[in-house]
Structure formats: C-alpha cells, structure tokens
C-alpha cells in the first residue's frame, strides 16, 4: 500500500524574537522563534489553535468534518500540559489534577469523535506519530490519518536546556555552519495522509525507518545514524544517489559536527535542507513542522535561502534554489535515542 502526504497547514515563527531566562534569579535575554501571540498557552486557547489547524487541512484535502469519525489523529509533542500549568500559576489559578499529553488527547478524541494516539518521544514526538500513521495506512488498519504535531513556550523546558548550557545567545541560527547552540521554537502542524494521492500534487512518503540509539542518552552516535539511513536507502528500495537532498536534524549542538562526518561518508555529493534556521528547534513538533515546511517549499519548486548568510563557501546547500522531481531524504534525531527516518518522493 502506498502512502501519501495529501494535505498540510502550519503555524510557526515568522522571525526570529526573544524571551527572558530567570534562572537563578538571573536574568539573561536569549533569541527564541514566538509563534503564538500569547505568552503562555491555556488548553482553551490550545485546542482553538487545534481547531484551526485541522480545519485548514480538511479544507485543503477535501475531507468532510464528517468523515474525522474514521480518521485517526496521532498526536507529538513534548510541550503535554506544561504552559498550561504555568498560566494557571501566573494567573492564580488552581493546577490540574492530570499532567500528562493524554489530557489533550482525550480533549481531541471527545471533540472529534475518533482515535487519538499520543507520541512522547522527545525531539522525535511528532516524526514518530508521522511514523505510525505511515504504518496504519500501510498495513490497510486506516485509509486516512491526520497527524498533529505542537510544541508551546514553558518555562521548565526553557530553564532546563539554559541550565544545561544547550542555548545559543547569538541572534542568527546557523546549524551545521555556526554550532553555537540551540535556538527553540514553538508551533504546530497538521497534515492529511492516506492511501490516495493528491492528483493535483503527488507526494509519497516511502521508506520510513526508526532505530534505538542506546550508546548515549542525549548525543546520538554515528554507527546509529548510519544504521538508520542506510535502511532506510533498503527499505525505499532505492540507492544514494538518487537522493535529491536531504533533510538534516542538526541542532546547533554537539552533534551537527557528527551528522557532517556521517553525512559526507554516506552522501558526499547530495546538498543538504536546513529547516530549523527559520522556525527554531520546536522539538516534539519538528517532525510535523520541518515536514510541512518542506511540502509548501515543493510545491512552489523553490527551498528558500537561508534567513542568515553563511561564510562556509564549502557547505552543500539546496537553499535558493529550485526543488527538483524525485527523492528527498529526512531524518530527524532524539534524546533518548528514539531516531526516524522516511524518503519523500515527489513527481
């Protein structure tokens, strides 16, 4: 059974803006990519930005309310309840009694009258939920799928990757070329899979792969990142140089100068897609987010430059330049070892 990407809507960052750490009682101004115009995100005001979301993506795909019933959601996210629970506190409210991603995947399941199912895999949440609606179309259990994908601002999180001096403080976001940290974001996406094509735009989805990388918690290493792509290259039955491009995970961390060195083992020749300068590192999101920016840029045939200039005249870049018909490589990596990888082939 083959699948297919049939529909996508996003809201992410328009540029790059700030939010304040209070770690310690210190207060540092570090660049972040703001998509919502509130500070803190309440359910109520989630679930609104759901609705949204899907409603765009039905809309597109040509899929009546009617038919959700049917449809499965598979939701990721690393975000769960957390923004939430701080807007409570800052507006003197009571917390809640449950924490977990499940909350909102019961709210989605009541209101759209359907299976939700909730994907907590660190970076990798919503890439993974990509993953098994890929499966269910696949196996015949589903036709259709609608996958979302949200990370909001909490200030646990914010805190947590600052203490951990993860954060870069620069006002431009270059991974892979200027690795001087990570850069987070928030957002949310939707996109609309089934075992149909978009006759207007054909876009399948082929190969997807996922390995447990168990040598380290948070970096990943490069024997599980060879491993991932080259069976994932089996799987989609095709060769590496066939590969138009690839999207690459790259952070800004640690680990983009181990993704380069596997990258020109495996793929020296084919150009690289960054997507994280113009959005931000949103985490659980980044699946369906990076995805959904991706689609848009294949169907306007262009991958737009990159919002900074990069000195590095040796860097294997797709930016500013036209998108061509045929295979696109995407990998996407997670604390936790919980890595994903799929083709996209476009005609």
């Not at 009682?25 to 609705?51: C, H, I, M, W």
């Amino acid at each position: 059974m083959t699948v297919y990407i049939n529909a996508v809507s996003a809201q992410f960052a328009e540029k790059i803006g700030q939010r304040t750490s209070q770690m310690l009682g210190q207060t540092t101004v570090l660049p972040y990519f703001n998509a919502f115009k509130e500070p803190l995100l309440s359910l109520e005001r989630l679930y609104a930005y759901f609705d949204e979301q899907i409603d765009r993506t039905l809309k597109q795909v040509g899929w009546n309310k009617t038919e959700v019933k049917d449809v499965p959601i598979l939701l990721g996210s690393t975000a769960y309840v957390m923004s939430d629970c701080e807007a409570r506190l800052a507006n003197q409210q009571p917390l809640p009694k449950e924490y977990s991603l499940a909350v909102i995947a019961d709210h989605l399941r009541e209101r759209y009258q359907t299976q939700v199912f909730s994907f907590a895999t660190s970076c990798t949440s919503s890439a993974q939920a990509i993953g098994y609606a890929y499966k269910m179309l696949k196996n015949n259990i589903a036709e259709k799928a609608l996958v979302l994908g949200f990370e909001m601002f909490n200030r646990l999180t914010f805190e947590h990757f600052h203490a951990m001096s993860l954060l870069s403080q620069d006002s431009s976001y270059l991974p892979m070329t200027a690795s001087n940290g990570i850069v987070l974001g928030e957002g949310m996406g939707c996109m609309a899979l089934s075992s149909q094509p978009n006759h207007s735009f054909c876009c399948e989805i082929l190969g997807v792969t996922g390995v447990t990388d168990n040598e380290n918690l948070t970096n990943s290493s490069p024997n599980s990142l060879k491993t991932l792509l080259k069976q994932c290259l089996k799987k989609a039955q095709i060769s590496a140089e066939q590969i138009q491009g690839i999207k690459i995970h790259g952070v800004g961390g640690n680990s983009d100068e181990m993704e380069k060195q596997v990258l020109s083992e495996l793929f020296p020749q084919t150009q690289w897609i960054l997507i994280k300068p113009y959005m931000g590192h949103t985490l659980g999101a980044s699946g369906v987010l990076e995805t959904v920016f991706f689609y848009q840029s294949l169907q306007a045939k262009y991958l737009a430059e990159l919002p900074w200039q990069t000195e590095d005249k040796n860097q294997q870049s797709l930016h500013g330049k036209a998108l061509k018909s045929g295979y696109y490589l995407h990998y996407f990596l997670g604390f936790g070892g919980s890595h994903i990888a799929w083709v996209i082939k476009v005609n």
